[in-house]
């Protein structure tokens, strides 16, 4: 479809952080399921691995692996800024000092910087961390023309300035409270479709996966939290009507990554530490968590594998391509100028937790990172007058594919890892999918190329 055929003047973007389609119900989800039924239902969406938020947030906003955009994973290292700094990316002062250092943030150019260049432009309304609105359009902090609005951040609640003004004019402050923060978020993205009128806008909401993690996915918290979430999404539909904008709206529903329940414990440093491993070596704890080494080739890297390998809470070893006992980056399109040496994924049930710069090591309940189904298995789905009505599509998608869609239907183009998703245009072609078992050092996985991209189904410890 070029820009000429396309028939929406908005792709409005709304990300549930943590959706599992396995908790979507009608009665859990009354909003959702009601959209969907409207439009083309991706079922066999799957999560960029390693499968956390911010990682999957920078490839939402550039289209392409972690490899190419350089952001691996929710607390990284950056050789720029030395080794012995965790860079948490939730934050949205560690990654501008990543811009300072590496004059961008990303690798690889985002949707706010490729909208800007073609002369359109974003919003961004963000209910988690700052560092996610920041990664989709680091144009807002410049002075524009994108504008990021962060509704738990007291300073800055907008860039550029002059959007945070308006917004105070017109709505006050969010509050502390989750539901508040909630009404805050449609209220301002709603004003900002009317007044600023973007070609492409995101809704990234926090929930269901922070109440996943502090109580477990499937719990009374959090499936509450689902149904405040959905709520959301209803009153945005309801204010795209009140709008006018009903009819000249493509709405994307995605989520980020799934969810599974957490029993286990282990703080990687330590254990890296007790074993002899502290000199030279330096981690960042995730649900995939990063090792790097300060001589990447180091030989110590393969006495690492083995010892890893023995733990009891050890899952799938990643390790860059060429690392003897270990399932190659490049196999989930992780390997990169910005990779680590190794990623750890756990075994079911264990996650590994260091305090935050201002928090404590979590105890959490719910958590992902791996390439188990729980984690990798996602939501995606889009309803609006460039896309077909009430179907069923099975080839694989993801979030690395949104970005191409829309840049193609705007008439941008750009080398994306991620396809354009012709299937759910009405008389697109329909590709064909094929699909592999993979045995890897210490891992099985499965895997399925649609289009000349590969899409991770599940990737598992084989013990």
């Not at 006018?244 to 330590?270: C, F, I, K, Q, Y």
């Not at 190794?342 to 264990?350: D, I, K, R, S």
Request: aromatic share 6%.
């Amino acid at each position: 479809m070029s820009d000429a055929e396309r028939r929406a003047a908005l792709d409005l973007i709304v990300v549930f952080d943590g959706l599992s389609p396995a908790v979507i119900t009608p009665d859990r989800c009354p909003w959702l399921c009601s959209v969907r039924e409207r439009g083309s239902r991706f079922t066999s969406a799957r999560a960029q691995l390693p499968s956390v938020t911010r990682v999957n947030a920078a490839t939402l906003a550039t289209g392409v692996r972690p490899g190419r955009h350089g952001l691996v994973g929710n607390s990284m290292r950056v050789r720029e800024l030395g080794l012995d700094r965790g860079v948490w990316t939730s934050d949205r002062y560690d990654l501008l000092a990543v811009e300072k250092a590496c004059g961008s943030i990303l690798l690889a150019p985002t949707m706010g910087e490729l909208l800007a260049a073609a002369g359109r432009r974003t919003v961004v309304v963000n209910t988690g961390s700052a560092g996610v609105s920041l990664l989709l359009d680091p144009t807002a902090h410049r002075g524009g023309p994108g504008i990021r609005v962060d509704t738990r951040e007291a300073e800055p609640l907008a860039e550029p300035a002059w959007a945070a003004e308006r917004l105070r004019a017109r709505l006050g402050a969010p509050g502390d409270d989750r539901a508040g923060q909630l009404r805050y978020a449609v209220d301002a993205l709603t004003y900002l479709i009317e007044a600023h009128r973007p070609d492409v806008a995101v809704l990234w909401l926090t929930e269901p996966d922070a109440s996943q993690h502090r109580h477990g996915p499937g719990s009374a918290q959090s499936l509450a939290a689902l149904a405040a979430a959905d709520a959301a999404l209803g009153r945005l539909v309801d204010a795209l009507e009140a709008l006018g904008r009903a009819d000249d709206t493509n709405l994307w529903v995605a989520s980020d990554h799934g969810s599974s329940p957490m029993t286990g414990r282990v703080n990687l440093a330590e254990e890296l530490t007790a074993a002899g491993f502290g000199r030279g070596v330096s981690c960042c704890d995730d649900g995939t968590s990063a090792i790097w080494l300060d001589d990447p080739a180091d030989p110590v890297a393969e006495r690492l594998v083995t010892w890893l390998r023995r733990q009891p809470w050890t899952g799938v070893v990643f390790g860059a391509d060429g690392l003897p006992d270990t399932v190659p980056l490049s196999v989930i399109g992780a390997a990169g100028p910005r990779s680590p040496q190794l990623f750890v994924g756990y075994a079911p049930g264990w996650y590994s937790a260091q305090a935050g710069p201002t928090t404590d090591a979590p105890d959490w309940h719910g958590g992902h990172g791996g390439g188990y189904r729980r984690d990798v298995h996602s939501v995606l789905q889009v309803t609006g007058p460039d896309y077909r009505r009430d179907v069923d599509l099975t080839a694989p998608a993801g979030l690395v594919d949104v970005l191409p869609t829309i840049a193609a239907g705007l008439g941008i183009d750009a080398d994306f890892d991620g396809r354009v998703l012709t299937e759910a245009r009405p008389g697109g072609p329909v590709p064909a999918a094929t699909s592999s078992r993979l045995a890897l050092p210490g891992a099985r996985a499965s895997v399925t190329r649609v289009a000349g991209v590969s899409y991770v189904d599940e990737i598992v410890p084989d013990r």
